[in-house]
């Protein structure tokens, strides 16, 4: 059974960094295409960033290009989001997810096929 597990969010100011983790179980790094979703309050579900763990391609949403980056450590089965320079527009609940499969671009929430439970971001400014 596929498992996803965030960690790290929490209360950053204006222009902070925060580092979320997401430690998976149940699946074979190399099969899954996995991402961060966010959504923030009253808003819809965004695609933030996604990496194909079989060669480590990594992709992200016009909004966070040159502040996020996707990295992952396949030895502890774990991926991580480092958010930089971050404004009041990120806040959001960040969910890990996983797509069975290859990306080949950014994956859209709807291309996920299992979530973790999300962990708060708040950006204040």
């Known amino acids: 059974e596929v498992h996803l597990v965030e960690s790290g969010g929490g209360l950053v100011q204006d222009g902070g960094s925060l580092r979320l983790s997401c430690e998976v179980s149940?699946?074979?790094?190399?099969?899954?295409?996995i991402g961060w979703v966010r959504q923030a309050p009253g808003k819809d579900y965004e695609g933030v960033s996604c990496?194909?763990?079989?060669?480590?391609?990594?992709y992200y949403a016009d909004s966070v290009k040159g502040r996020f980056t996707m990295s992952s450590d396949n030895a502890e089965n774990t991926v991580y989001l480092q958010m930089n320079n971050l404004k009041p527009e990120d806040t959001a609940v960040y969910y890990c997810a996983a797509s069975l499969g290859y990306a080949w671009s950014l994956l859209t929430f709807r291309d996920y096929d299992y979530w973790g439970q999300g962990t708060r971001v708040n950006v204040s400014s």
């Open positions: 990496m194909s763990t079989h060669d480590g391609s990594t």
């Open positions: 149940g699946f074979t790094f190399g099969n899954y295409a």
